[in-house]
Structures are given as structure tokens and as C-alpha cells.
């Protein structure tokens, strides 16, 4: 069975660092397409990134410029670098994975997501 298992995030402070993890179980994600999402308390789940089979990366529109997003094939996990965190960027944050192509889209069909990781930024 395929699971995916998201790590990393806590509650820090504005300005500081976070890097989210987010491993597979019984899959191998360099077969597949994997997307980070966020949803903040009242909001619509939003699209952060996603990293295609072909190392091309799709960039949702409100992404902050202090995050980036990349895929280690020898430990096989990708990851959500986030900087300069405010309180915004308060959320809880999903990885999800598909066979298809890339999106950014919440709203598609994606084949498995992540139990969630919930990231607070307060002083």
C-alpha cells in the first residue's frame, strides 16, 4: 500500500526556516509527478509546486519567492524548502503524488496524498 509521510514542520518564529520532508512508501517517486499544497485555517487548499517525472518544475501563482522545492532520487524524497517564514505561510502543508502530468491544481486528481504537516509561524 502507498503512503506518504510528510516531516519537518512545527512552530517557529518570523524569519526562520523550515524544510519539509516528504517520503514514500511502496512507491518510487521519480515515476511520478509530486505537488506540495498548503491550506491555511478558512482557506481553499493552495498550490505551492510540483516536480514532474521530467525534472521540470511547475510553480503555483502565489508562490513566495523564499520557497523552493526539490527531489532527491538516491533517498527517495522531495522536499519544501521555505525561508524567511511569516506568519502567512501559517498552514498545514501536503504532498500528493499522480501517474499524469503536473499541476498545481488542488482540485485534480491526484493519487495520493499526505497526511498533512502543520507549520505555524508566531511570535
Known amino acids: 500500500q502507498v503512503q506518504l509521510v510528510e516531516s519537518g514542520g512545527g512552530l517557529v518564529q518570523p524569519g526562520s526556516s523550515l524544510k519539509l520532508s516528504c517520503i514514500p512508501w511502496n512507491l518510487n517517486l521519480i515515476s511520478v509527478s509530486v505537488a506540495w499544497f498548503r491550506q491555511a485555517p478558512g482557506k481553499d487548499r493552495e498550490g505551492l509546486f510540483c516536480?514532474?517525472?521530467?525534472?521540470?518544475?511547475t510553480q503555483g501563482s502565489a508562490v513566495p519567492g523564499r520557497f523552493d522545492v526539490s527531489r532527491d532520487t538516491h533517498r527517495n524524497a522531495a522536499y519544501l524548502q521555505m525561508r524567511a517564514l511569516e506568519p502567512e505561510d501559517t498552514a498545514v502543508y501536503y504532498c500528493a503524488v499522480r501517474q499524469g502530468s503536473c499541476s498545481t491544481d488542488a482540485k485534480a486528481t491526484w493519487d495520493f496524498w499526505g497526511q498533512g504537516t502543520q507549520v505555524t509561524v508566531s511570535s
Open positions: 516536480y514532474g517525472v521530467d525534472d521540470i518544475v
